[in-house]
């Protein structure tokens, strides 16, 4: 089973739940932080809308 460890937003979205989320500026910076927490947190990055990534552990 997946799990969502963390969101990734631009700023103005609203978005809440029980997972950390990560707040952009704008789009380029959204990229920049999803990619970088991908790469902490060992999960996947997925575009759920635009504006919208959430990082995804897919090991369970």
């Known amino acids: 089973m997946a799990t969502i460890k963390a969101v ?3 700023e103005g979205i609203k978005v809440d ?3 950390p ?3 952009a500026k704008d789009e ?3 990229q920049q932080l999803a990619f970088n ?3 902490i947190l060992d ?3 997925h ?3 635009p504006g919208t990534f959430i990082l ?3 090991k369970g």
Do not use: R
Request: proline content about 0%; aromatic content about 8%.
């Open 28 to 30: 380029a910076e959204l």
């Open 43 to 45: 999960v996947n990055a």
């Open 56 to 58: 995804v552990d897919h």
């Open 21 to 23: 989320i990560f707040y």
């Open 8 to 10: 990734a937003v631009v």
């Open 47 to 49: 575009v759920l809308k």
């Open 17 to 19: 739940g029980g997972a």
């Open 37 to 39: 927490l991908e790469k």
